[in-house]
């Protein structure tokens, strides 16, 4: 089946249940961790994202779809 096209265009899909919480290492900001769908990596977004939209894949796990610009950059990072 194919994937739908996304509304917005930067977002990230993330699995919701591989949410986990820290703080960055370089600025100590919150920060939440997510596994990116079909890419087998972890992203930090800054605080506690809100899903832009969710869905359900064919195993029924929860997806969310963040928005890009959520994601954590640190500016301290060398």
């Known amino acids: 089946m194919p994937r739908q096209?996304?509304?917005f265009p930067r977002?990230?899909?993330v699995y919701a249940d591989t949410r986990g919480r820290s703080t960055c290492r370089y600025c100590q900001a919150p920060l939440t961790w997510a596994e990116v769908v079909g890419a087998n990596r972890r992203v930090p977004f800054d605080g506690?994202?809100?899903a832009l939209r969710t869905r359900h894949?064919?195993?029924r796990?929860?997806?969310e779809e963040i928005d890009h610009d959520?994601?954590?950059d640190c500016e301290?990072?060398?």
């Open 76 to 78: 301290r990072r060398p």
């Open 5 to 7: 096209q996304s509304m």
């Open 57 to 59: 894949d064919a195993a």
């Open 11 to 13: 977002s990230i899909e």
């Open 48 to 50: 506690e994202p809100v």
């Open 61 to 63: 796990r929860l997806i």
């Open 70 to 72: 959520d994601r954590h």
